[in-house]
């Protein structure tokens, strides 16, 4: 009887982790919404990081109550994200909004942050004039 009962909660908790909405955006909180939007990046192949992360802040910048964007993002898995973003940033370039201006359309933004993302990444070289200017001393 010990060993079907250990079983059993094994089993439940299995079953209940696995269906949880683990792709999906938690909209309870702007903090629950968050850490599973961070979840859900780190998890996201390196071409839909880009799209997914300038998707949930496009809706934040249209939609800024909480309780609205919340409704708007809750629930929603990155490929949905992605679109809904898409639809945000053609409306909101339609009606003049400054800072889509510059870009020809959704994939020439995307464009644009993946080249500036692939800058940050790249090391520097160190200056070899820096090694004699260390701070650290010889004791």
Known sequence: MRIFSIIFISFSILLSTGCSSGGEINGRSFKTALDSVKRIKGRL??????AFELSFWA????????SEFLDIVGGKSPDEL??????????????????YQQYANWDDMIAKYA??????????????????????YKL
Do not use: H, M, W
């Not at 192949?45 to 880009?50: L, S, V």
């Not at 809706?59 to 909480?66: E, G, P, S």
């Open 45 to 50: 192949p390196q071409e839909k990081r880009i």
């Open 59 to 66: 809706l934040r910048t249209a939609y800024r109550n909480n």
């Open 82 to 99: 992605i679109e809904v973003g898409k639809e945000v940033f053609e409306t909101r370039k339609a009606e003049g909004f400054k800072e």
């Open 115 to 136: 080249r500036e993302r692939e800058q940050q990444n790249i090391k520097k070289k160190r200056d070899p004039r820096d090694k004699e200017n260390s701070v650290l």
